[in-house]
């Protein structure tokens, strides 16, 4: 199914003297401190976040998964549904595929279907974390870090399928994620799995096209528990460095320990040009896959303060970043969840380019402690849904989008098309 724009405008009519009251009143009080609103609706507007082709189906954790009605069965439909959401919030532009659980049957065909939606392709992702039927060799003790030639070979011409794949889509971008390490002491050897991997990383940036870029995520734990081969943001910026320009650390927000201050990390990264992108979750214990905003929206809106200043001193030239969702839930309805999750997104891009930075520049040259802390929450205090709203609206989307997915009876027009018993493909 495909949302209308008359659809959304006959959706919205009722809500709009509602909406227009409250954004006068935060475009005046922003103009008053001079900010310049037309810029500031051009900015959100320009954000776009790639969905992730795994998150449209409900998740599961490995105690059970509650299906949801109306899931995508198949490639054609999980662009469906992230046309509906770019639909309603005019924000989710594009879609992240996982191979080879999203193999085009027709590329033609997929291409002229995201078309239809508005939908790009941003970064394809390999799978070396499960043995695919059929298969030669296995990965159960690792891919690109295994002690056995073969599977390193396998897993790289798998690396690169998956790139000539994605250069069937316009895709310009891999995301590599390796469950490879090892679960107890002694299983490996800690060095001789890195230099393995660095080798096979190599391999694979080598073949990889010139126009595309390479993203390295890391994790530090799960589905090992020992060790992860790249179990941190320094061994993926040095495996990056060690394969050339255009590889990249991806920053993925549950792949840190408690606490982990991840907008040092950000600073960290685009000071040596090398932030390729995100994947946005939010995270209670670890890598909780939990919606964008849902438990520390402070620390979301500080690793956007870090990106808007980054972008805005780009000394290194870090190039523009690829912005994704890795998030997926077992309880709520998925599109519902990527709707908030999309929506945090931009209220916290939102609240950091209202962040007054020569005055904070000023306050941390006088060691102003409590002035640069006053700037930083003010911007973050600020109601900015008025704004995000106005964005989305001036773009042709709906005023309260999961208001809006309900009231057109979304969900039960997929579940009336698909069935009540679907299970995505993926995870
Ligand atoms: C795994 O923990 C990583 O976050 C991956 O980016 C991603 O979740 C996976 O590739 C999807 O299966
Ligand atoms: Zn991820
Ligand atoms: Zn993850
Ligand atoms: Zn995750």
Not at 174 to 190: E, K, R, Y
Not at 322 to 340: F, G, R, V
Request: charged share 20%.
């Amino acid at each position: 199914m495909k949302l209308e724009a008359t659809q959304l405008a006959a959706q919205n009519a009722p809500y709009l003297d509602t909406h227009d009251r409250s954004w006068d009143i935060l475009r005046q009080q922003m103009e008053s401190k001079g900010l310049n609103t037309k810029a500031l609706l051009q900015q959100l507007s320009d954000l776009q976040i790639a969905i992730p082709s795994w998150a449209l189906g409900a998740g599961g954790t490995r105690f059970g998964r509650f299906s949801f009605g109306g899931e995508p069965a198949n490639l054609e439909q999980k662009i469906a549904d992230v046309g509906l959401l770019h639909a309603l919030s005019r924000s989710a532009g594009s879609i992240s595929l996982h191979i080879p659980w999203d193999i085009p049957e027709d590329p033609a065909a997929i291409r002229e279907l995201a078309a239809i939606h508005e939908l790009t392709f941003d970064a394809v992702n390999s799978n070396t974390f499960q043995d695919q039927p059929g298969q030669a060799q296995s990965y159960k003790f690792g891919s690109l870090c295994h002690h056995s030639a073969e599977v390193r070979a396998q897993a790289i011409e798998h690396n690169l399928e998956v790139i000539r794949i994605g250069q069937t889509l316009g895709s310009k971008s891999i995301t590599v994620w390796l469950a490879d390490g090892a679960s107890f002491p002694g299983q490996h050897s800690l060095r001789g799995a890195l230099q393995r991997t660095q080798d096979s990383l190599q391999a694979i940036y080598r073949d990889m096209p010139e126009d595309w870029r390479m993203f390295i995520e890391y994790k530090p734990y799960e589905p090992n528990f020992y060790s992860t081969v790249i179990a941190d943001w320094g061994t993926s910026l040095m495996l990056a460095e060690g394969c050339g320009p255009n590889a990249y650390t991806l920053v993925d927000l549950g792949h840190h320990l408690p606490n982990t201050n991840i907008e040092q990390i950000v600073a960290t990264l685009m000071m040596k040009g090398k932030l390729g992108g995100f994947h946005f979750n939010d995270s209670k214990y670890g890598d909780d896959d939990l919606t964008v905003g849902s438990i520390k929206p402070y620390q979301l809106f500080l690793i956007f303060n870090e990106l808007v200043y980054g972008m805005a001193n780009n000394t290194a030239n870090n190039p523009p970043l690829a912005w994704m969702i890795d998030a997926s839930h077992n309880l709520k309805d998925p599109l519902e969840d990527l709707l908030q999750s999309l929506e945090a997104i931009r209220i916290a891009y939102a609240q950091a380019l209202l962040v007054d930075q020569e005055a904070l520049a000023d306050a941390q040259a006088r060691q102003d402690v409590t002035e640069a802390q006053e700037i930083l929450q003010d911007a973050f205090r600020t109601d900015v849904r008025p704004l995000v709203r106005e964005a989305r609206w001036q773009d042709g989307g709906a005023l309260y989008p999961i208001q809006a997915y309900r009231e057109l009876g979304i969900r039960e027009q997929l579940i009336e098309q698909r069935g009540m018993h679907t299970i995505a493909t993926g995870l």
